[in-house]
């Protein structure tokens, strides 16, 4: 193990890098930096909710009470799990146990498919029930005795949703995709405690998309009490 | 940081990142206390607190986002350059909210102006 540990090495350290050590920090500087657009990309929506929601409160809470707060909750449970199977995968790489990181990365690819069939359940309840912002979106409570007061509104609320959840889901995607890859390097020997740079990079990147589930899980679904 | 190492290193040095490996009972306790704020924020959404259900929801958000990058994405372990790129991050997410709403939240003001 301790040869092919300094071949994969001696095979990965950049020419313009002193040693493994400045290399590793770089690259992980380097995607925090790439994770800063990303906060502020993703912030341009949370500001867009947070102006709308300030003006038109009414017309959001009565969206968010269309919400399935038990899918969304389990989704959040999904999530939190797939990180700590990719943390412990990332751990797995750095300690040099490239099979154990292979099955941990694999059950992480499940726990995202899982969040993404989930939501897929979510959508399509939404879809049919014309909460799709559009010419064909349609507003009711569900009871009669208080009508929406403001379907304009709710609306907005909608396009926020799939906005943000839409971006949310590509984001879980190509986290996917990129996960899919490690598991093809792994498969192949390209890690070793020395170099495995990649591997926490794109944990990076798939803690990151949890994180912004952390903050759309409440914001989206749990606006205020949950009625009837 | 070892920018400043030029001096070729013995190659026991040369490869081997000193990077902090999480024991994998430390992932375990921040995975359940994730769990449990989990159900805990869905719990306060059932209970009617009229505007405070934002602040606990928001509160507990925060919380469970701290421990993820803190320990999930080894944040406590990496470089000051990393630390402050993550604060810069925060800054500027700040400056976009405050900003944009000092103008949404004063323009009625001019209508009594």
């Known amino acids: 193990m301790a040869t092919s540990d300094l071949q994969i090495a001696e095979h990965n350290l950049q020419h313009h890098f002193a040693d493994m050590e400045q290399q590793q920090e770089t690259s992980t500087f380097g995607m925090w930096m790439f994770l800063l657009t990303e906060i502020m990309f ?10 709308y929601r300030s003006s038109y409160y009414t017309a ?18 999904v999530l939190i799990c797939s990180s700590l199977t990719m943390a412990l995968g990332v751990r797995a790489a750095q300690t040099g146990k490239p099979k154990l990181m292979v099955v941990l990365l694999l059950i992480t690819i499940l726990f995202g498919l899982g969040f993404l069939g989930i939501k897929a359940v979510e959508y399509h309840e939404h879809w049919t029930n014309h909460e799709f912002p559009g010419p064909n979106f349609h507003f009711e409570t569900g009871d009669p005795a208080h009508p929406p007061t403001d379907p304009q509104h709710t609306e907005i609320y909608f396009s926020l949703y799939w906005a943000m959840t839409g971006l949310h889901a590509l984001h879980m995607v190509i986290g996917v995709g990129l996960v ?3 598991i093809i390097m792994g498969l192949r020997r390209a890690y070793s405690p020395s170099y495995y740079s990649p591997v926490e990079i794109v944990g990076l990147y798939w803690h990151f998309v949890d994180l912004v589930w952390i903050y759309l899980f409440p914001l989206l679904y749990l606006i205020s009490k949950k009625h009837g | 940081m070892t920018v400043t190492n ?24 921040i995975w359940a206390t994730l769990m449990v704020c989990t159900a805990l924020t ?35 372990y990496s470089t000051k350059l990393t630390m402050i790129t993550v604060i810069a991050a925060l ?3 700040f400056i976009m909210f405050s900003l944009s709403m000092t103008d949404y939240l004063t323009r009625a003001w001019s209508t009594y102006g």
Do not use: C
């Open chain 1, 42 to 51: 993703f912030g341009g929506l949370f500001t867009a909710y947070l102006v």
């Open chain 1, 180 to 182: 899919s890859w490690i």
């Open chain 2, 91 to 93: 800054f500027w997410l």
């Open chain 2, 42 to 76: 869905v719990f306060a959404a059932s209970v009617d607190l009229g505007i405070f259900n934002i602040v606990v929801a928001l509160v507990i958000a925060t919380f469970k986002g701290t421990l993820v990058v803190l320990f999930f994405m080894h944040l406590r």
């Open chain 1, 60 to 77: 959001f809470v009565e969206g968010s009470q269309k919400m399935n707060i038990w899918l969304g909750a389990t989704n959040t449970a």
């Open chain 2, 6 to 29: 030029f001096q070729p290193a013995t190659q026991e040095e040369h490869f081997s990142p000193e990077s902090h490996v999480v024991p994998v009972s430390l992932y375990v306790v």
